[in-house]
């Protein structure tokens, strides 16, 4: 009987332990879909509130390179009608691109601190953000490398490079020629194109501003024999 009594207390005590743990962890999902997770293909976050301090260093550096406008994150308190994209776009030339969820999107922004600024200060963003380059690539590529049936040779890969919406494809040959890409064909439907690069240029690519993702041509068909 004994031995009865010193097991209980010690389930007992596991299973408060577990039940404190599912609370937690209950509180911190809740948490987070409060906050509202960016959820983009190459990874989920959650984003402090503000202006990204990064997404400011890459507004500088576009308009030493005279560039008029970049691409950025925006995570709104609360999704925008129409009419408030209306004033958005009007009154600080906010481009709102494709949805992100939660309550995010691709944008494009003039290249000018202040717009930011406002953005998060009067016109109810809840944060602004730096797209990173490895957020524009295939996760599966930058752990384990372009998958075999999409390589050429030991350094070539064949991909798809989707742009943004608002790139003309002017801009998108310009952008793909100054890594060496030997471009196969152009997708309309993607605003984008099939192209063969060196692997290790990938990243490099995805730096660049106009491109949105990059990832792996898809297998091709097994044909049927079976009739």
């Given at each position: 009987?004994?031995?009865?009594?010193?097991?209980?207390?010690?389930?007992?005590?596991?299973?408060?332990?577990?039940?404190?743990?599912?609370?937690?962890?209950?509180?911190?999902?809740?948490?987070?879909?409060?906050?509202?997770?960016?959820?983009?293909?190459?990874?989920?976050?959650?984003?402090?509130?503000?202006?990204?301090?990064?997404?400011?260093?890459?507004?500088?550096?576009?308009?030493?390179?005279?560039?008029?406008?970049?691409?950025?994150?925006?995570?709104?308190?609360?999704?925008?009608?129409?009419?408030?994209?209306?004033?958005?776009?009007?009154?600080?030339?906010?481009?709102?691109?494709?949805?992100?969820?939660?309550?995010?999107?691709?944008?494009?922004?003039?290249?000018?601190?202040?717009?930011?600024?406002?953005?998060?200060?009067?016109?109810?963003?809840?944060?602004?953000?730096?797209?990173?380059?490895?957020?524009?690539?295939?996760?599966?590529?930058?752990?384990?490398?372009?998958?075999?049936?999409?390589?050429?040779?030991?350094?070539?890969?064949?991909?798809?490079?989707?742009?943004?919406?608002?790139?003309?494809?002017?801009?998108?040959?310009?952008?793909?020629?100054?890594?060496?890409?030997?471009?196969?064909?152009?997708?309309?439907?993607?605003?984008?194109?099939?192209?063969?690069?060196?692997?290790?240029?990938?990243v490099k690519l995805a730096g660049e501003?106009?491109?949105?993702?990059?990832?792996?041509?898809?297998?091709?068909?097994?044909?049927?024999?079976?009739?």
């Amino acid at each position: 009987m004994k031995k009865v009594f010193v097991v209980i207390p010690a389930v007992l005590s596991l299973i408060c332990l577990l039940a404190w743990e599912c609370v937690q962890a209950g509180e911190v999902q809740k948490k987070n879909a409060d906050a509202g997770a960016v959820r983009l293909k190459s990874r989920t976050f959650v984003p402090a509130q503000g202006l990204d301090q990064e997404l400011l260093k890459y507004i500088q550096i576009g308009k030493k390179e005279k560039r008029d406008r970049v691409h950025a994150l925006v995570q709104f308190f609360a999704v925008p009608d129409i009419n408030e994209r209306k004033r958005l776009e009007k009154d600080v030339k906010l481009h709102i691109l494709d949805p992100i969820p939660e309550r995010a999107y691709y944008v494009s922004i003039p290249t000018n601190i202040s717009v930011a600024r406002e953005l998060v200060e009067k016109r109810r963003v809840r944060w602004i953000g730096y797209i990173r380059p490895k957020d524009k690539v295939a996760p599966w590529i930058l752990d384990k490398g372009v998958p075999e049936h999409a390589r050429r040779d030991k350094k070539r890969a064949d991909l798809i490079v989707e742009f943004f919406g608002d790139v003309p494809e002017r801009d998108q040959q310009q952008a793909l020629q100054r890594h060496s890409s030997e471009l196969i064909n152009r997708i309309i439907p993607l605003n984008g194109w099939h192209i063969v690069i060196n692997e290790s240029d990938i990243v490099k690519l995805a730096g660049e501003d106009p491109v949105k993702w990059i990832v792996e041509v898809p297998r091709p068909q097994e044909l049927d024999n079976d009739g």
